[in-house]
């Protein structure tokens, strides 16, 4: 399975941008995550989705302005990221959980993506 990032880019702060994360594969998956890193600091978990779409958690940093979602037609999940901050500019990656492991620690995911670039700045 892979895992494919798009939708990165240069947003002014305050500004929206959506993510995408395309899977290669149909699969079975319990979480979907996105999670992000900067240079010298450990990969951090943003948001993760429930395979159901019926629960997603969020890092209280991005709670309320960015939004996690799901289209299981297109194998496709979406960070819709709102309010923008400097504070969020990253490395973006998607992945995927397929056992029952904590959805915030990145170690738990078995899937992940390239990652995708992603700057807030005026």
């Known amino acids: 399975v892979q895992l494919v990032e798009s939708g990165g880019g240069l947003v002014q702060p305050g500004g929206s941008l959506r993510l995408s994360c395309a899977a290669s594969?149909?699969?079975?998956?319990?979480?979907m995550g996105w999670f992000r890193q900067t240079s010298g600091k450990e990969r951090e978990f943003v948001a993760a989705?429930?395979?159901?779409?019926?629960?997603?958690d969020y890092a209280d940093s991005v709670k309320g302005r960015f939004t996690i979602s799901g289209d299981n037609s297109k194998n496709t999940i979406y960070l819709q990221m709102n309010s923008l901050r400097p504070e969020d500019t990253a490395v973006y990656f998607c992945?995927?959980?397929?056992?029952?492991?904590?959805?915030?620690?990145?170690?738990?995911?078995?899937?992940w993506g390239q990652g995708i670039q992603f700057t807030v700045s005026s």
């Open positions: 992945a995927a959980l397929i056992s029952n492991s904590a959805y915030v620690e990145p170690w738990a995911y078995t899937y």
């Open positions: 594969d149909t699969f079975t998956w319990r979480y």
């Open positions: 989705i429930y395979w159901r779409g019926t629960n997603a």
